[in-house]
């Protein structure tokens, strides 16, 4: 074997140089990933008397309200920068009624997270009716089984107050309505809690990775949620759900998924007057958790490199359920 001289007369381009070793590639890294800009979601489930593992989402756990405050203060400890709160009623109905009663499981929950760690994280609640309703959809539904959406919208203006009233920092609209963050806006607004702010899933796809979620929140939803989740097919869609959402009042927005959506981040983050965020859902993370059970990926690299990846594509805030794993990997160094 002759090796071949790549010199001959011009300078000797080799990128390889700054790949050479782990210092240099620390040193040129152009993505960082930090505990604070990872954001855990958790489920909490009323009338448990331990927490529940959940066989789609290995590792992941029906919180009772005791176990919760853990993983709250474990959160806190990783040095994680939020938790989205989602709650499982005992009982569910075509209203979603337990979605407003001030003491429903998630208004109690979001009362023990703020006693528990105050101002150490930051907690967020997701504002929607799924969990809620017995059919399982977002909204409440017209007569002709459709989701009606000005309807809901005055559902939703009463789950912000009483998650505002329990204390949460954030509320995180994630039905997709038309009008849903105005609505939520003019509630806090009016019921004086003008510091209560808004991250809201500006552009939520209709996708079959939430597959494991509903198992997590003991969904009954039959069919889809097609007429208002966005379209996999559009990426311009995006843009306009951004746009009206901030005119709306969003202080936050979030795209959702996150992976197989990485070109919708991007444009987004390259246009958006507000923070943007990521949320990487229930099926990513089963998808890499099933393929490490089987040997057939580097667990902790892939999760990683997802998780760098989404950073990279202009997320600067990542919901995973990997978040206080990854940021405990992060703070090791
Ligand atoms: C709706 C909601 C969903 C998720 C978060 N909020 C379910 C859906 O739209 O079907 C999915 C999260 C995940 O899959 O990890 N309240």
Redesign the pocket.
């Known amino acids: 074997m002759t090796s071949v001289s790549r010199s001959s007369g011009f300078p000797d381009h080799r990128p390889r140089r700054l790949r050479a070793t782990p210092g240099v590639r620390r040193l040129v890294a152009e993505t960082r990933l930090h505990p604070a800009e990872l954001i855990l979601?958790v489920f909490v489930r009323e009338g448990i008397s331990e927490p529940l593992a959940l066989t789609t989402m290995p590792g992941v756990v029906q919180h009772t309200r005791d176990s919760l405050r853990k993983a709250a203060v474990e959160a806190v400890e990783a040095r994680v920068g939020g938790i989205m709160l989602?709650g499982i009623p005992a009982v569910k109905d075509a209203m979603g009624s337990e979605g407003t009663n001030p003491d429903g499981i998630l208004q109690k929950a979001i009362r023990d997270v703020v006693s528990e760690v105050g101002d150490q994280l930051v907690v967020m609640s997701?504002l929607?009716?799924?969990?809620y309703t017995d059919h399982g959809h977002?909204g409440v539904l017209a007569a002709d089984g459709s989701v009606d959406n000005d309807a809901t919208l005055g559902r939703y203006a009463e789950m912000a107050v009483v998650q505002a009233e329990a204390g949460v920092h954030m509320v995180?609209p994630?039905?997709?309505m038309d009008g849903q963050v105005a609505a939520a806006r003019t509630a806090l607004d009016a019921a004086g809690y003008h510091n209560t702010a808004i991250i809201a899933?500006a552009a939520?796809y209709a996708?079959g990775?939430?597959?494991?979620?509903?198992e997590?929140?003991n969904?009954s939803?039959t069919g889809d949620?097609r007429t208002y989740?966005v379209d996999t097919a559009n990426g311009r869609e995006a843009l306009r759900e951004l746009d009206l959402d901030v005119a709306e009042g969003a202080d936050i927005v979030l795209v959702?998924?996150a992976m197989s959506y990485l070109d919708v981040v991007r444009r987004v983050a390259d246009v958006s007057p507000v923070p943007v965020g990521a949320?990487?859902?229930?099926?990513?993370?089963a998808m890499v958790e099933a393929a490490a059970e089987k040997g057939w990926v580097d667990r902790e690299r892939v999760i990683d490199e997802t998780l760098l990846s989404i950073k990279r594509a202009g997320a600067s805030l990542i919901l995973t359920?990997w978040a206080v794993e990854a940021a405990q990997r992060l703070v090791a160094g």
């Open positions: 979601p989602f997701d929607c009716l799924d969990e977002c995180g994630s039905g997709m899933y939520k996708s990775f939430y597959g494991p979620f509903r997590a929140v969904s939803l949620r989740q959702k998924p949320y990487q859902i229930s099926g990513e993370y359920y």
